[in-house]
């Protein structure tokens, strides 16, 4: 089966206010960042703000940062992410190959750290952020430490600092929008 990569024509609007205070449009264009895994999975940055003070004049565009799966201190980043189905665990696809692949994937957005407890899935990963989730195409399952629930198009997660997993169920990829915010942990 052929697909699309849904990211490519994705469209983004940035506005701003001109020096006597008028609003504008600052930036139109696709998404420019974005860090590819594979030939589906990979982050796509729309924006990130690092909480300073707004300055509303500025043009410069903010997904011009290191790419991590998590905003730095005190900052937010709103992106577009995808992922693809789990390759099939065989005698050229080993468990180890897999875990080795989703390791280095992490490592390479600066994001290794956030890899704790990896048991029960390759990708399980926890960040000090609130993460607000909408799956707009594909299905997919939400892996927690002990429990996993199955997610379908327009479902919304709120994901507050748990360790968790996507996984792909069936052969089309899944496409997520997200709004991460930074956020220290009250407890354990």
């Known amino acids: 089966m052929t697909h699309t990569n ?67 201190r005190g900052a937010v980043r709103f992106r577009y992410f995808t992922v693809a189905p789990t390759p099939k665990i065989s005698e050229q696809i080993t468990e180890a190959m897999v875990r080795e692949q989703v390791a280095d994937a992490f490592a390479s957005v600066n994001s290794a750290h956030h890899q704790q407890d990896t048991s029960r899935h390759a990708a399980m990963h926890i960040t000090p952020t ?7 195409q594909g299905r997919v399952k939400l892996i927690l430490d002990d429990e996993e629930t199955e997610l379908k198009p327009f479902d919304m997660v709120i994901q507050r600092g748990t360790n968790h997993a996507w996984e792909v169920i069936g052969e089309e990829p899944a496409l997520f929008v997200a709004v991460l915010v930074d956020r220290e942990f009250l407890n354990k």
Do not use: Y
Not at 30 to 53: A, C, I, K, Q, Y
Not at 130 to 136: E, P, T
């Open 130 to 136: 609130i993460d607000c989730i909408v799956l707009l």
């Open 6 to 72: 849904p990211w490519q024509s994705l469209r983004r609007v940035i506005t701003g206010t001109d020096n006597n205070g008028r609003s504008k449009i600052m930036i139109d264009d696709h998404l420019p960042n974005r860090h590819m895994f594979d030939d589906f999975s990979g982050l796509h940055e729309v924006w990130t703000d690092p909480g300073n003070p707004l300055d509303r004049t500025a043009s410069k565009d903010q997904t011009e940062r290191n790419i991590s799966i998590a905003p730095e």
